[in-house]
């Protein structure tokens, strides 16, 4: 009965990649671990780039420094 | 001063259910541990249902095979 | 099938408060929200009073001052 | 490679003072602990009024009775 | 630059299923949006099984049922 | 009112440590936000190098690396 958070930017994310990322996440958990899927839980939250900051910058001005 | 985190998938909860689950969660921590309400802090995270997956698969598709 | 996570100090809860807080808060969610219990998940974190502040001050500090 | 999240109210905290958030925390983590800037992440997550509640009652409702 | 966070039982998941389990999520990342695999974060948070509940029971309980 | 919470690996933070992370999050939400620090609650979290990979890696064999 595991559970997983993710938290990824808000960057156009898809209905079908995110269904791919809950999936994923499940097996993984029945491959490494043998966890039941039926009780594997996980969510995603989508964050603003202007909320999510490594090496003290946002990710906003990192992308415009590209 | 403990911190209660509730996530629920965004399918309309009320402002009035969302305020029952704050007066519910910390008067639950005054009558099981004795936690001074005062400071004691809940907060409520709706997340949409192709964020969310139980048994592999999002709640989105699960709504729909019912 | 929501989920609950309660960070609370690590102050001698005991096994059968533990269990009433996640009974207490899965009651919340059937009544509230009429959440199914079954998928209903609660996590309880206890964190060191040194590792928790409010106001600027450790919690073990708070306490000697008390 | 520290983590900080930070939960705050969404009551218009601006791009500039979100990206002073980021700055400030990663550099308390150098200050502090000596972490490296450039592994570590700072997220922050704005939270409506109606979902956030201290001593029982939503921000809100305290709000309006201030 | 994503994060994961998995919440599992402390029921003795060996270092070398925790590398796996970090490892996977990283992978899955890159396989479905595409992420940096170098500024992807992975924690795992054990949990005793008195402080895991799932339907208002303990695991603690639901395992002795078994 | 917010709420902050530090995930740093558990490689010795001392006690005096942890207390300025604490004093010092709580004084970056005064300065930049004007937030009453009367009501912020930081948590630290301190997570075992298996438990915490970058990269993909565990912080175990990055260290191990050096």
């Given at each position: 009965?595991?559970?997983v958070?993710?938290?990824i930017t808000?960057?156009?994310?898809t ?7 809950i ?5 993984l ?6 966890k039941n899927?039926?009780t594997?839980v ?6 603003d ?7 003290g910058e946002?990710?906003t001005?990192?992308r415009?420094?590209k």
């Amino acid at each position: 009965m595991p559970y997983v958070h993710f938290r990824i930017t808000n960057e156009g994310a898809t209905k079908e990649q995110k269904a791919a990322l809950i999936k994923g996440a499940t097996q993984l958990l029945v491959d490494v671990l043998g966890k039941n899927p039926a009780t594997t839980v996980v969510t995603i939250e989508e964050v603003d780039t202007d909320n999510w900051g490594i090496g003290g910058e946002t990710v906003t001005v990192l992308r415009q420094g590209k």
